[in-house]
């Protein structure tokens, strides 16, 4: 009944991020055990961030996760919380990633293990995930987020007591969030309520509710109210609960079934009068006006002597409570005196409907607050005017911050709304008058003109070169940077919330379409294969919507790795600049210090010095490493780029972000430098200080898992299991090489033979020799393993040699849904191959699985090889097949041209695969082609008209690119259809299997499009 909080389902952070994190957010981590400063300010913008989420702001949201991923992307913290976002994304690859470094750093970690859980749960690994939580627990029995998936298992296994124990202990934890004290007090309540004790689950939900409101926990608390005798709280809950159905449009689609459960509950309620309500401690205005004018138009219109009298008692109570109301409203500080005098005209007007000195008192105490709120309001004019000519702005009295707050509350002044009567008015006219000494620099009015135009090249030029020359005359590093990079505009008039008038709703659709764009682009395969066209176009695609921040730093880099320096320099000073002047002309913008406004300004500096070749130590903005760097990357000088690893760089200077991208960035340049410091440090044999210094240099780059450096970590006393579990771990790292190490084969093959597993030991050495005669062989150590492997197989016939490696690969066929994604055992199976296409030239069948072990280890190039050579040898291949196959071998590896070919050669062979299909469409998402994106997934319907993905894929693109919210909608109603048919067809309580057929996201998104579509045809009628 409470689930509301659970599912999950990929989603690009759009407008449409509230609607999934509402079903996402509980199931997730979000908190951490912190335990340092860095932890807990992770902590409070995780909270900044589900708080957005929220509030309906996902591009707040977004912008605070990449603030704080560009910051602290290395932290384990941090990289729990980019599991959790990728993970919400529907986006495993990403999530796995970023978890797995995260326990790299903390293996203990209680989010990452609590990620990692649900990520397990999620794909099918339910054992592994249970060990994983009780493993964690173990380590952190108070973490919120480990605790919580107990409960929920100890649910699932029917353990109520014990799930209620769990529940309760992190409902009642006060440092845990809102939302998982909302979820867990949510889940207390329904235990309470299974087990008939009807107060104690009213109590319960009552408090999630505190913390977090939900319609389900609402109407749960309603009822079990009503059941406990609770009368007047009840009608409260409803009054309250009705409110909200009225004032939140995600609510409609709810609102009429949620009245109909209500009306019994009502009918059933015992009247409290009004006399009731004027009493209670804490009086309610609102409840009270509105019960009092359901009852008074009860009572209109009847003559009888009996309605009269309770008529004109009625109006007499009104007044009582109008009087109530205007003493406590005028007695609040932080209310307008417009809305004090509004209420003292209410009281007023009243009183005329009231006869005696009940009347005569009423009128005269608001005539007396009337009067006294005209005074106030004229003391509080002078104050904040002061306050102005010091050196306020407008925004300051609308968005103050902590110590701002403070001296408005010792002058007794409001924060300013969009509207505050004779003080706002007093202000804006003050304002108006100072908009015209604004000193603008030349660079702000090209960035308006950029916006506009982003695929104007010569506005670009004008635009970076005109930053560049406001930069460097600057000093952004002090407290007032933000302001030197562009001075704050003087704003004369408070607008709302989300809307400017330098931000139009133009700007705010391209803007939104952009982020879309971007969200949905894949990067990093492209940037691994080194595709610097398709990059750029994919870049330019989202560009030419709005020049999206994010995009123009990407597009700067590619063309810094590309060797375009003047395009890399004027893509970084766009970026700059468009994001400075969307932080100063969006007023709600304005209180927060975008932090790439002033430190985007080093890098700017840093570029035009590497497209000018200088560079200086002694700047404020030091630029000589960069321009090294740039240099020692330019010539592949790989083996000098060491001393810059370990370089104190300025923070967010380009410089670190080099260092950044080869740490923790795509497969750029990491195995090429980790090769050359390795040769330089063979090279310095007689040098141990030299030595040293390359280990330390190397460590940077996580060396331990390259076979050169990973090696250093085998020491002598270790025993044989310890040096196994190294040379192991250093083979099962196929970025780095070691699969292809032949000195660690030789090394484990070694052990294995002195441990007189000869078996192994001769699997080991063919590994070490690539399985590949001594006559075929170059390198030296490669031979060595092929002799010792001849050695211990002895004196054989061909053919007899030859049938024993069959019976290898069969045995490796049976056992590979032990070890399939197990990187040695994989390698030791394609060497085994190799081994028999060495015996035995040309054999297909051979060739045929070797292909898809390639393609688990990575190794896509090979894989095509091995599918290509079959495709031309082998008339009986099935063509389709094989085409399909190197479609999807040129998609890992990033050639997403050739996989388009070759997914569209398989398709037009006949082959009619939904996977086929889907991958397609993903492809020509990605680069931009939503018509042909769209053709695709009606495909896969066409063949499998309930594929859950195609319907939420198709939505997608209907929705967001092509912006048929009608298409989109139905397609959405065909999935939500879809799930309940199949979860009711469900045979055994399948957790995870009932988890992945929920609706809560879909219903979200339905009432969403319903929402736009009828604010579109509003626009239309009206002429909008």
Known sequence: MFDHLTGTRRSSFGLRLLFCLLATLAVLPTSIVYADATDDLIKKQMSAFDEKVMDGNPQAAMAIFQKMLDKYRNHASMLAWQGRVALMQRNGPAAMEALNRALQLKPDHPVANAVMASLEFQTGKQQQAIQRIEKALAKNPDSPDLLQLSAELKMQQMQSPEALKIWQKIADNKDNTDMQRANAYSKVGELEMQAGQHAAAATALGKALEHR???????????????????QEAVTAIAEFKKKLNDDPR???????????????????????????????????????????????????KTDKAS???????????????????????????????????????????????????????????????????????????????LAKSGWSLQDFAYPDDDQKKVLEDKGLPILKASYGPLGEALEQYYAAKQSQRQAPAYEELARQFIDNPTDAAIQTKLANAFYEHARKIDATGDDGYDKVLPPLVWAKIPGKTTSPNWDKTIQERYDNAFTLWNNYKVNDRLEARRWDDLLAGYDR?????????????????????????????DMAASVAVKAWEYRHTFYRTTYRNAWVVNGVQSVLELHDVLAGTGSSTQPYPTLPTVEMTRIIRDKKWGDIGPYLVMEHKKDSFAKDLIDDMKFGPKLNRVEILNALAREWNEASEDQAKRDQIVEQAKVLKSHGHPSFGILEIKKEMSDEEKIKILEGIVRNTE????????????????YEKQGDIEKAKLQYNAGAEGWNVDQLKIKMQIVCAQKRDQLEGEVESKELFDRYVAYQEDFKKRSTEFKNDTLELYRWECVLNRLLALKANTTWALHKRHNIRTKLTFYKGAIADLKYVQEKDDKAKKDVIAALLGFN????????????????????????????????????????????????????????????????????????LKDNKAALADLQKQRSVRISKRAKLKTKDPLAEYMLDTNVIDFRIANLKAKIARGNLDKMFGN
């Not at 409101?213 to 009368?231: C, D, E, F, R, T």
């Not at 008192?361 to 104050?383: G, M, P």
């Not at 699969?739 to 660690?744: D, F, M, R, V």
């Open 736 to 751: 780095l090489g070691g699969a292809y190490e032949p000195l660690i084969h030789f090394l484990l093959a070694s052990i």
């Open 213 to 231: 409101w939900h319609p389900n926990v609402a109407m749960a608390h309603i009822q079990m109210l009503h059941k406990s005798g609770a009368g």
């Open 308 to 386: 009269k009298e309770k008529l004109t008692k009625v109006d007499a109570l009104i007044l009582d409570g109008l009087m109530r109301d205007l003493k406590e409203t005028f007695g609040r500080e932080s209310v307008s005196s417009s809305w004090v005098k509004k209420k003292a005209g209410q009281v007023k007007e009243q009183a005329a409907k009231v006869s005696g000195d009940k009347a005569t008192n009423a009128i005269d105490f608001a005539n007396q607050v009337i009067a006294d709120v005209e005074s106030k309001d004229n003391a509080q004019i002078e104050s904040a005017l002061a």
């Open 542 to 570: 989202i560009i030419e919507v709005y020049p999206l921040h994010g995009a123009l730093i990407g597009r700067a880099k590619v063309h810094y790795y590309a060797g375009n320096d003047k395009q890399a320099f004027e």
């Open 890 to 961: 040129y998609m890992k590896m990033g050639d997403y041209e050739n996989a388009i070919a070759e997914y569209s050669k398989a398709i037009g062979l006949g082959y009619n695969k939904t996977w086929a299909f889907i991958d397609r469409g993903e492809l020509y998402r990605s680069a931009g082609k939503a018509k042909e994106a769209v053709e695709d997934f009606t495909k896969v319907l066409e063949i499998d008209p309930d594929n859950d993905k195609a319907l939420e894929e198709r939505a997608d693109l209907y929705e967001w690119y």
């Open 251 to 301: 609510l409609a689609q709810v609102k009429a079934q949620a009245l109909k459960q209500l009306s019994p509950i009502e009918s059933d309620l015992v009247f409290y009068t009004l006399e009731t309500d004027l009493k209670a401690d804490k009086f309610n205005a609102y409840l009270f006006d509105h019960k009092a004018k359901r009852i008074r138009k009860s009572l209109e219109g």
